[in-house]
Every structure is written in structure tokens, then in C-alpha cells.
T-cell receptor, first 115, second 115 residues
Framework: NAGVTQTPKFQVLKTGQSMTLQCAQD?????MSWYRQDPGMGLRLIHY???????DQGEVPNGYNVSRSTTEDFPLRLLSAAPSQTSVYFC??????????????FGPGTRLLVL | GNSVTQMEGPVTLSEEAFLTINCTYT??????LFWYVQYPGEGLQLLLK?????DKGSNKGFEATYRKETTSFHLEKGSVQVSDSAVYFC??????????????FGQGTILTVHP
């Protein structure tokens, strides 16, 4: 099993550009989520999905879109990049949608720099 | 809403020293509590967890006890090693209301262990 994979590892964007951060998992997990990590702020939830076709907003959703057409994939789209979106982005998955006791498995992260 | 507060870092220790990283939380109901660790250049991975009051999670010599009366989940290790140098995140997940299944993180504590 590859676990949770993310691409790209690093990306530089100019303000106003759009891009998609890819996330895939091969563990047949229903629950997937996107977090951003900023210094001194821990990780904050952007969007999450409890299964294919179902997504919802987290704590900091503005400027980001998601979709979940398959169980395996959960891409994060930046519509018009802003310097405030410079961050490290982590995708995570776990077995059950309401699995509040479940371990979440994290990808290696995508480091994004917006100039 | 849910919140997690960790002790301020960074923490610098000599090898074989005793480690404590404090974590307190605010949540309704009966959350699950987690410690995640992030080694340099990697994603987060679960270190240990506890799902009900008075449970003790343990792994790789680290321990934490779920104390509902003090709303705390402090991380301890009796003798740290250089390889323990990492960022440690306390987190909670709650089954109730709109927090269902989502992780709320503390801000992270950077630990550096010197030989």
C-alpha cells in the first residue's frame, strides 16, 4: 500500500493563478480531508468528505474548492491564488466518516508558495 | 467549540532527559484525544491516542493519560533520544454536533534533543 499520496511536493504560483493539489489514498477510506499548516497555528481544516459525492466545509474554506468523484481521490483547487495561501497542505484519510476515535493517515504534504 | 492548547515551544533537551509537553483541551461531550508527531520533512503520523477518560495511550516510550477532571492529555517520555526531535501536535476529535469526526489541533511543540 502506498497510503496517502500527494502531488506536487512543492509549487510556486503567482498571485491570481489557479492550480489543483492532488491527493489519493489506496486504503479504501471513506473519510478524507485537507488541512493547511501555518507556523504557530497547528493544522486547520479546509474541507472534508465523508464519501464519494459528499463534501463539506471546514474551518478555513474560503478560496478553495473540492470534489470527490471517487473514493480514492480528493483534489483541492485553488481558484485564484493569494499570498495568504502560502502554506503547507496536508491531505488525510480515515476509515469511517464519523470515526471520531479513528486514526487519521496523513500524506507527506505539498509546500505552496504564492508570490 | 473545540480547542486545544499546547505548551509554548521550542523545547530543547539533552539526550536521556525527561520530557513533558502539556496539552489541555476544551470540548463538549467525550472527545478522543491524540498525539501526532511530525518528523522533519514528513507528514504527521499518529504517536498515541486515548478514547475515554483515564485511558493511557503509549507508544515508543511515550505516554499520555486522558484526564477529564483537568481536561488534559500531557505527553511524557522518561528518556528522550536524538531521534525524538520532531514537532508534536496534540489533537482531539469529537462525535458531537458539527465537529463530527474532525480533528482539532494544538499549535504544535518543536522538540530538539541534543547528544
Amino acid at each position: 500500500n502506498a497510503g496517502v499520496t500527494q502531488t506536487p511536493k512543492f509549487q510556486v504560483l503567482k498571485t491570481g493563478q489557479s492550480m489543483t493539489l492532488q491527493c489519493a489514498q489506496d486504503m479504501n477510506h471513506e473519510y478524507m480531508s485537507w488541512y493547511r499548516q501555518d507556523p504557530g497555528m497547528g493544522l486547520r481544516l479546509i474541507h472534508y468528505s465523508v464519501g464519494a459525492g459528499i463534501t463539506d466545509q471546514g474551518e478555513v474554506p474560503n478560496g478553495y474548492n473540492v470534489s470527490r468523484s471517487t473514493t480514492e481521490d480528493f483534489p483541492l483547487r485553488l481558484l485564484s491564488a493569494a499570498p495568504s495561501q502560502t502554506s503547507v497542505y496536508f491531505c488525510a484519510s480515515s476509515t469511517t466518516p464519523g470515526g471520531w476515535q479513528e486514526t487519521q493517515y496523513f500524506g507527506p504534504g505539498t509546500r505552496l508558495l504564492v508570490l | 467549540g473545540n480547542s486545544v492548547t499546547q505548551m509554548e515551544g521550542p523545547v530543547t533537551l539533552s539526550e536521556e532527559a525527561f520530557l513533558t509537553i502539556n496539552c489541555t483541551y476544551t470540548a463538549t461531550g467525550y472527545p478522543s484525544l491524540f498525539w501526532y508527531v511530525q518528523y522533519p520533512g514528513e507528514g504527521l503520523q499518529l504517536l498515541l491516542k486515548a478514547t475515554k477518560a483515564d485511558d493511557k495511550g503509549s507508544n515508543k516510550g511515550f505516554e499520555a493519560t486522558y484526564r477529564k477532571e483537568t481536561t488534559s492529555f500531557h505527553l511524557e517520555k522518561g528518556s528522550v533520544q536524538v531521534s525524538d526531535s520532531a514537532v508534536y501536535f496534540c489533537a482531539l476529535s469529537n462525535a458531537g454536533g458539527t465537529s463530527y469526526g474532525k480533528l482539532t489541533f494544538g499549535q504544535g511543540t518543536i522538540l530538539t534533543v541534543h547528544p
